[in-house]
């Protein structure tokens, strides 16, 4: 077998071990999981991807007789091996073994709403060596899974993806402090009311629980459109 003959073998063994792992994740990808599950499964289609592709490249590699005498070699040394990739590879593999620990005891999980030391945002996307996380303003942050087992992580989501939707109103200190809340109440019903503030103008704050981060959002401009026009149409608003 010549030169080009063995480069030929080469190529279309990296390509089959590329198209077999590329099918093998579609397969695995057909499956509907629970939520919980999700995050593990995803690391575990990566972990097999990455396993098929280096197996089809170092068995292609061996089809080329000066890779097989230095394969050779190196295997009769394994310790020597094993200790030149342990140091060569230290980070990466930490943050493979990092990854595959964040998919078994999930301290984060995909969708939960994180605060890391970087930023806040969204678990996009737990990978073998980094963790994506995109941030309200759809920048990514990309954070080295060692990192993100080792450092302290606020999970806004890890029990209840619950959020608390929050306004303040201001009330003139010349309005009857009384009625601006019962108005309130009867506006805003049944979220929670508090007067907050009594330097200056009062300060009047209004909670209610919505079921995650957007339907938040959406509930305290609901609220404030409610509390204003319902001052408004009262006069305490001119």
């Known amino acids: 077998m010549d030169t080009w003959e063995r480069l030929a073998v080469v190529g279309v063994v990296i390509l089959g071990a590329a198209v077999l792992a590329k099918l093998v994740d579609l397969r695995m990808g057909r499956q509907e999981l629970p939520p919980e599950s999700v995050t593990r499964y995803r690391v575990l289609r990566r972990s097999i991807m990455g396993a098929i592709v280096a197996v089809g490249v170092f068995s292609a590699l061996l089809v080329i007789p000066q890779v097989r005498v230095i394969a050779g070699g190196l295997l009769a040394s394994s310790a020597i091996l094993g200790l030149v990739i342990g140091l060569a590879a230290q980070r990466t593999l930490s943050n493979f073994v990092a990854g595959v620990m964040i998919a078994l005891s999930q301290p984060v999980r995909l969708g939960d709403r994180v605060t890391v030391a970087e930023g806040e945002g969204i678990v996009e996307e737990i990978g073998l060596v980094y963790t994506r996380i995109r941030q309200d303003d759809r920048t990514r942050l990309l954070i080295p899974n060692e990192r993100l087992a080792a450092d302290t992580i606020k999970n806004s989501t890890i029990v209840s993806r619950e959020r608390l939707a929050e306004i303040t109103i201001p009330v003139p200190r010349d309005k009857d402090l009384q009625a601006v809340v019962d108005l309130l ?26 079921d995650d981060e957007a339907h938040a959002v959406q509930l305290e401009s609901d609220l404030r459109l409610r509390a204003h026009a319902r001052l408004r149409e009262a006069g305490v608003y001119g």
Request: no cysteine; proline share 4%.
């Open 185 to 210: 109440r009867q506006a805003a019903e049944p979220s929670e009311l508090f007067v907050t503030a009594l330097d200056g103008d009062a300060v009047v704050t209004l909670r209610a629980w919505a």
